[in-house]
């Protein structure tokens, strides 16, 4: 998942129903697709940070919803060269419904033109999402069977950034945040941590970090064998991990990352999902409500979620005085 910030924390089913959608869009259309679900809000998952501050999250924790910044609506030039890199790319039309801008959130979808509900936003083809296939033949080879998806993707993520500008995906790299601009516990010093030894998020914050220095352990002797790859560190790994679990989706067709799709910030109260066609080989949203030109366009977080509104101290302090008062 742009820089994107919030202050919500996220925890849901990995998994939404596929089930079949009849959808309107602007010719009388009828497909048949599946639903998909970000990976990265299951509180028990084994592949995510537990208490993600994710990259909706401010870093002055300062708004406690995401349409409560307004009139942020400004572009940079690396984001108005995004969409079009992107459109070259897969060789067809994603979107003239939305254009990428900066929102107190980092980047963000907005409107371009009046949105009716029932419009498809957005289309974004197989050939232009990355999956574990995007993982290079040389270092699939040699790779554990062990290895799990949510870490090939990471590793395909640490390998095009070693590329810089000669990677193909070096645009969408480049958005994606780095050390520094991850607001999660796993990054938390021991210090930030020990204030919240008394919940349960520390248990589980442990019990995640642990798991990711495993997984990078496990993927070392394979880096090792490539001169370029072997600088990559366990930070590197942690937020190319991060990376992964706050924004791949999983469909039926398993676990992929879907530049552009995933600047869309999410929202409690939107219905907007993405809808995987296997038959024409594209994902896309649909819009669940109408839009006006300049509005920041959102998209369903999943069924259940945890809202944290205020800074990492004022949370400490709630849960001290939750476990000090009777």
Not at 8 to 23: F, M, Q, V
Not at 85 to 103: N, Q, V, Y
Not at 169 to 188: D, K, R, V
Not at 223 to 232: G, K, T, V
Request: glycine fraction near 4%; hydrophobic fraction near 35%.
């Amino acid at each position: 998942m742009s820089h994107s910030q919030s202050s919500a924390c996220l925890i849901h089913a990995s998994r939404l129903p596929c089930t079949p959608r009849t959808l309107k869009h602007d010719v009388l259309t009828t497909t048949m697709l599946h639903c998909g679900s970000r990976i990265a809000k299951l509180f028990r998952s084994p592949v995510t940070p537990p208490f993600n501050f994710p990259r909706r999250l401010l870093i002055k924790f300062e708004f406690s919803s995401l349409f409560q910044a307004k009139g942020l609506n400004t572009s940079d030039e690396e984001s108005d060269e995004f969409l079009p890199w992107l459109e070259r790319k897969a060789r067809t039309k994603i979107s003239s419904m939305l254009w990428i801008g900066k929102s107190a959130y980092g980047r963000s979808l907005f409107a371009s033109e009046n949105i009716r509900t029932g419009d498809c936003i957005l289309k974004v083809p197989y050939s232009v999402e990355i999956t574990p296939d995007n993982l290079l033949p040389k270092i699939r080879a040699i790779l554990s069977d062990k290895i799990g998806t949510v870490s090939k993707l990471a590793i395909i993520l640490l390998v095009e950034r070693k590329m810089g500008q000669s990677s193909g995906w070096a645009p969408y790299i480049c958005c994606l945040p780095q050390h520094g601009e991850i607001h999660s516990t796993i990054f938390w010093s021991e210090y930030e941590l020990n204030m919240i030894c008394q919940s349960s998020v520390y248990q589980e914050t442990v019990n995640q970090k642990a798991k990711i220095e495993k997984d990078f352990a496990a993927v070392v002797p394979a880096l090792q064998q490539f001169p370029d790859l072997e600088s990559i560190t366990l930070q590197d790994f942690m937020c190319a991990y991060f990376s992964v679990t706050s924004r791949a989706w999983e469909s039926t067709k398993g676990l992929s990352l879907i530049p552009f799709t995933d600047f869309m910030n999410h929202d409690g109260g939107s219905k907007s999902i993405v809808l995987f066609d296997d038959d024409k080989m594209f994902s896309e949203v649909i819009a669940d409500r109408n839009y006006a030109p300049g509005e920041e366009c959102a998209i369903s977080r999943g069924r259940s979620f945890i809202t944290l509104r205020s800074s990492p101290i004022r949370i400490c302090k709630s849960f001290y005085k939750a476990f000090r008062d009777p």
